[in-house]
């Protein structure tokens, strides 16, 4: 059974899902990088996250070949896929988020994107895009829009404004090396019942041979990958796109969905990477 949390609009979001930042950069490594995202929908994902950015739409490309066939073969029903894509910033005016969002449906090969995130803050101005996105779920285009590196004061605007109340969730760097968002900006979301995606949680792989986190780990018969997320999905409203192609590193990741860490094994992770004690700026990537 998938862990998920609640989106402001009821819907399910699993707690665990897939990045593929840097998939479709290469045509000599497309087909294997199809197969690696075909291969975590059958072992299990159900959240995908791409965007329009992602080696110029390459990325998408991939995922939604990966899709095709995975539904062609009977192993999942487009239903039960969480997809969520971005649109860049300088694309998101009225008209520009529409046609970004038209052509990544091509790409992905599909007629609804479920959650479609303004990548991060850019030129145009906020009531805009968020009115383009709020259309773009009028049509069915998109299940539910949302947002990326925006800190709390982002927020906040983006809240003040009466489009910007149906805001359903935020991707932000957070990763036990970068725990910034846990003051401040994540009790905000949870107080607004919307979840913080986590983008790169095992810090683009190298948390994952934090020779600090080893013997934990080893304790609890886990990689240190695997304690990593676990510490992260701990905390409530929290989920985490880690990005794998490596089969043993997909089949980790998803398991850590599962694994549910003691109060003394949080404390020993937070005695080496300590919570925040006061705010600091969002760390983006
Ligand atoms: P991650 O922290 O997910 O790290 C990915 C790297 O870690 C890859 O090299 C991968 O190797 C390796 N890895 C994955 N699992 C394991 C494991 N269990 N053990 C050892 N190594 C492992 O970094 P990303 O920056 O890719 O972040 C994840 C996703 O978040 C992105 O792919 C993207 O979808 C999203 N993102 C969003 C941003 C935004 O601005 N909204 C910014 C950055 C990322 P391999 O691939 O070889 O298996």
Redesign the pocket.
Known sequence: MTRTVSTPAGAAMPVLGL????LGEAANRRTAEVAAVRSAIGMGYRLI???EM?GDGGSEEVVGEAIAQAIRAGEVQRDELFIVS?VLPQNASRKGTAQACARSLARLGLDRIDLY?L??QGPHPLRETCAALQALVAQGDIGQWGV??FDIDDMAELNALGEGKGCAAN?V?Y?LGERGPEFGLLPWLRDHGQPLMA???????AL?SDARLEALAARRGV?V??LALGRLLAESGVVA??????E???R??LAAAALVLTPEEIVEIDRLYPPPRRKTPLA??
Do not use: C, F
């Open positions: 990045g593929t930042w840097r996250d791409t965007a992602y971005k995130l990548h991060w990326s590196n991707q760097y990763s983008y790169s949680p095992i810090d683009r792989g994952a990689t990958a695997q796109i880690p990005k794998a192609v490596r043993r590193h997909l980790e990741n983006m990537i």
